[in-house]
Protein backbone atom coordinates (compact mmCIF):
# COMPACT_ATOMS: atom_id res chain seq x y z
CA UNK A 1 0.00 0.00 0.00
CA UNK A 2 1.18 3.54 -0.69
CA UNK A 3 -0.09 6.61 1.01
CA UNK A 4 -0.50 10.33 -1.13
CA UNK A 5 -0.10 13.47 -0.18
CA UNK A 6 -0.27 16.59 -2.60
CA UNK A 7 1.11 20.04 -1.78
CA UNK A 8 1.68 23.32 -3.49
CA UNK A 9 -1.86 24.60 -4.50
CA UNK A 10 -2.68 27.98 -3.97
CA UNK A 11 -4.00 31.02 -5.93
CA UNK A 12 -2.39 32.44 -8.67
CA UNK A 13 -3.38 34.63 -11.50
CA UNK A 14 -4.32 33.75 -14.89
CA UNK A 15 -1.52 33.51 -16.94
CA UNK A 16 0.95 32.14 -13.87
CA UNK A 17 2.90 29.25 -13.14
CA UNK A 18 2.51 26.27 -9.80
CA UNK A 19 4.23 23.52 -9.67
CA UNK A 20 2.22 20.56 -7.40
CA UNK A 21 3.89 17.90 -5.49
CA UNK A 22 3.18 14.38 -4.52
CA UNK A 23 5.10 13.03 -1.89
CA UNK A 24 4.92 8.70 -2.20
CA UNK A 25 5.14 6.97 1.08
CA UNK A 26 4.63 3.18 1.78
CA UNK A 27 5.90 1.10 -0.77
CA UNK A 28 8.65 1.75 -3.53
CA UNK A 29 7.55 4.37 -5.83
CA UNK A 30 9.14 3.13 -8.37
CA UNK A 31 6.08 0.74 -8.92
CA UNK A 32 3.58 3.06 -9.81
CA UNK A 33 2.29 4.33 -12.85
CA UNK A 34 0.90 7.72 -11.47
CA UNK A 35 -1.16 10.46 -12.84
CA UNK A 36 -3.23 13.50 -12.05
CA UNK A 37 -6.49 14.26 -11.95
CA UNK A 38 -8.85 17.17 -11.00
CA UNK A 39 -12.27 18.39 -10.02
CA UNK A 40 -13.78 21.54 -10.80
CA UNK A 41 -16.86 22.59 -8.71
CA UNK A 42 -20.26 20.86 -9.86
CA UNK A 43 -18.05 18.87 -12.32
CA UNK A 44 -16.94 15.58 -13.09
CA UNK A 45 -13.12 14.49 -11.55
CA UNK A 46 -11.28 14.38 -15.15
CA UNK A 47 -7.79 13.02 -16.27
CA UNK A 48 -5.10 15.57 -16.55
CA UNK A 49 -2.06 13.87 -16.62
CA UNK A 50 -0.01 10.10 -16.29
CA UNK A 51 3.87 9.00 -16.36
CA UNK A 52 4.67 5.23 -16.64
CA UNK A 53 6.51 3.80 -13.88
CA UNK A 54 10.09 4.52 -15.44
CA UNK A 55 8.89 7.80 -16.54
CA UNK A 56 9.73 7.31 -20.24
CA UNK A 57 6.34 8.07 -21.19
CA UNK A 58 3.78 10.65 -20.47
CA UNK A 59 0.41 11.50 -21.94
CA UNK A 60 -1.77 15.17 -21.26
CA UNK A 61 -5.30 15.69 -21.21
CA UNK A 62 -5.81 18.16 -24.57
CA UNK A 63 -6.77 20.98 -22.60
CA UNK A 64 -3.48 20.94 -20.71
CA UNK A 65 -0.96 19.42 -23.44
CA UNK A 66 1.76 22.44 -24.14
CA UNK A 67 1.01 24.31 -20.65
CA UNK A 68 1.69 21.30 -18.21
CA UNK A 69 4.25 18.71 -17.46
CA UNK A 70 4.46 15.57 -15.43
CA UNK A 71 7.14 14.08 -13.91
CA UNK A 72 8.42 12.00 -11.26
CA UNK A 73 11.85 11.74 -8.99
CA UNK A 74 11.94 8.30 -7.61
CA UNK A 75 15.14 8.84 -5.51
CA UNK A 76 12.51 11.00 -3.70
CA UNK A 77 9.42 9.49 -3.65
CA UNK A 78 7.59 12.34 -5.44
CA UNK A 79 5.81 13.08 -8.35
CA UNK A 80 5.24 16.87 -9.93
CA UNK A 81 2.84 18.51 -12.20
CA UNK A 82 4.45 21.78 -13.45
CA UNK A 83 1.38 24.06 -14.42
CA UNK A 84 1.85 26.74 -16.62
CA UNK A 85 0.08 29.79 -18.75
CA UNK A 86 -2.87 28.38 -16.04
CA UNK A 87 -6.33 29.77 -17.19
CA UNK A 88 -9.40 30.27 -14.84
CA UNK A 89 -11.06 27.06 -15.87
CA UNK A 90 -7.88 25.06 -14.88
CA UNK A 91 -9.30 25.96 -11.13
CA UNK A 92 -10.33 22.83 -9.46
CA UNK A 93 -8.93 20.41 -6.81
CA UNK A 94 -5.97 18.43 -7.73
CA UNK A 95 -5.38 14.76 -7.11
CA UNK A 96 -2.55 12.70 -7.58
CA UNK A 97 -3.10 8.48 -8.11
CA UNK A 98 -0.77 5.30 -8.29
CA UNK A 99 -1.18 2.41 -10.31
CA UNK A 100 0.48 -0.92 -9.05
CA UNK A 101 2.80 -2.31 -11.62
CA UNK A 102 3.29 -5.95 -11.04
CA UNK A 103 4.75 -7.24 -14.19
CA UNK A 104 6.06 -5.48 -17.74
CA UNK A 105 2.81 -4.60 -19.73
CA UNK A 106 1.96 -2.50 -22.91
CA UNK A 107 -0.04 0.26 -21.69
CA UNK A 108 2.08 2.01 -19.51
CA UNK A 109 -0.01 4.93 -18.85
CA UNK A 110 -3.22 5.26 -17.62
CA UNK A 111 -6.28 8.01 -18.10
CA UNK A 112 -9.14 6.78 -16.48
CA UNK A 113 -9.95 6.63 -12.33
CA UNK A 114 -11.00 3.03 -12.22
CA UNK A 115 -7.37 1.93 -13.14
CA UNK A 116 -5.96 3.63 -10.33
CA UNK A 117 -5.42 2.24 -6.92
CA UNK A 118 -4.52 4.98 -4.71
CA UNK A 119 -5.43 8.52 -4.20
CA UNK A 120 -4.23 11.23 -2.61
CA UNK A 121 -6.65 13.56 -0.26
CA UNK A 122 -6.40 16.84 -2.64
CA UNK A 123 -4.50 20.17 -3.37
CA UNK A 124 -6.76 23.01 -4.20
CA UNK A 125 -5.73 25.51 -7.74
CA UNK A 126 -6.89 28.81 -8.01
CA UNK A 127 -6.67 30.93 -10.71
CA UNK A 128 -7.95 34.33 -10.77
CA UNK A 129 -9.18 35.80 -13.85
Known amino acids: QVQLVESGGGLVQAGGSLRLSCAAS????????MGWFRQAPGKEREFVAA????????YYADSVKGRFTISRDDDKNTLYLQMNSLKFEDTAVYYCAARTVKAPTIKVVYTTQSEYDYWGQGTQVTVSS
Open 26 to 33: GRTFSNYA
Open 51 to 58: ISWSGATT
